[in-house]
């Protein structure tokens, strides 16, 4: 790996692990809906300013109610999931758990799209288990339900990542495929317009814009800008030079970039047990992705695992 490419990797963990920093800051304030829609708002936007520069066109060849629908699993659902799971769980423990996405992908893939479960891939599920169980039960936070629901929240997140990966290897690249960018740009078009309805139902009930100060609008900037737009531009040109398989293993990296930002700037607590079960999950992570063959990891490549 030439050392840029491993500063760009580093730089796009860095970058995801704070993601989970800014929800946690924008969350309490705004609310889950109010928060993802922003982001996605933001996203798209910048998004859709960035795709005249390579000089790429609006063109999805017919495609554009699938990756429509693909932004709404890929960013809509998760990105409220992980807003819902910052209302309890410091910032650490969501980009713990945001490396379960490879293993959602395999229990997915087992029992809806009939990919062949490994010895390797279900040891790696069950490591993964043990990794999030270690710290629900015996990290800084007290265990409770709030906690088991914060939990869940990022799995549901997690397994739309999963997901997301098949669905675009289905309607997508086996239909011809589609330049990344285009479907980076459409799938925040999607999520937008999903999350639109429901931000606007929030606000409606309680409107919580006044409440947000120059932190938090300065946290949505951030999260749009930076930890969705920018990353996405980052993880496409690490999959143009070093491939999807490798770009992969950016998912251990964010773990310690999540725990170390939400340690820094929020003051959350660490222990023994991040450690733990990071290891497990990191260890559950690379059993998952050892044995995948390049041409399969290349078709899922076309989803976004935004974060």
Known sequence: MKPADLARLLALAAIWGASFLFIRIGAPVLGPMPTAFIRVLIGAVTLAACLPLPRLRWDMRGKWRAVLVLGVVNSGIPFVMYAIAALWLPAGYSAVFNAMTPLMGVLIGAVAFSERLTRAKALGVLLGVGGVAVLTRTGPVAFSTDVMLGALACLVATACYGLAGFLARRWITERGGLDSRLVAAGSMVGATLFLL???????????????????????????????????????????????????????????????????????????????????????????????????????????????
């Not at 919580?208 to 946290?219: D, E, H, I």
């Not at 998952?288 to 399969?296: F, I, Y």
């Open 197 to 307: 309805p429901f931000c606007v139902a929030a606000l409606w009930r309680h409107n919580t814009l006044p409440a947000a100060g120059a932190g938090v609008w300065g946290a949505m900037l951030g999260l749009g800008v930076v930890c969705t737009a920018l990353a996405y531009i980052l993880y496409f040109r690490l999959i143009a030079d070093l491939g999807p398989v490798r770009s992969l293993t950016v998912t251990f990296l964010i773990p310690p970039f999540g725990i170390v930002w939400g340690a820094l700037f929020l003051g959350e607590a660490l222990s023994w047990a991040h450690a733990v079960g990071g290891v497990l999950i990191g260890v559950a992570v690379w059993l998952v992705l050892r044995p995948v063959a390049g041409a399969k990891a290349a078709a899922q490549g076309q989803a976004v695992p935004g974060r």
